[in-house]
């Protein structure tokens, strides 16, 4: 069986994406897309330019890569102009339907 991950993830050797099990949503009670609280209808949903392991908003980054995930884009950008030309996680992206709310995490889970 071959998981699935987004294009942009911050796996080194074929890891898993550290980042999108760190990622927590805005309160930081819960792990992104999956809050319970108030925010929750605009929490848990994934469109538009998104962080690198796309379970955040672009600039909204809450894992431990949140320093370089939601500095300003130097350069070339990609069509929406939030992430770098080669790194677009929206839909526009050859790997836009990924979508990490549709992963099951077997690894933390018991």
């Known amino acids: 069986m071959a ?12 890891a898993e994406c550290i980042c999108a ?15 319970n609280c108030g925010k929750a209808s605009s929490e848990n949903t994934v469109q ?3 962080c690198s ?7 909204q980054c809450t894992c431990d890569r949140a320093s370089t ?9 990609c069509a929406c102009g939030s992430r770098p030309a080669d790194a677009c996680t929206c839909e526009k992206a050859a790997d836009g339907g990924f979508n990490p709310a549709l ?3 077997f690894t933390t889970r018991k």
Do not use: F
């Open 3 to 14: 998981i699935t991950k987004a294009s942009t993830c911050c796996t080194k050797d074929g």
């Open 21 to 35: 099990q760190k990622a927590t949503c805005s309160c930081g009670k819960q792990s992104a897309l999956q809050c």
């Open 48 to 50: 538009g330019p998104r």
């Open 53 to 59: 392991c796309r379970a955040r908003p672009a600039g």
């Open 69 to 77: 995930e939601n500095a300003s884009v130097c350069g070339a950008t």
């Open 103 to 105: 992963e099951t995490d």
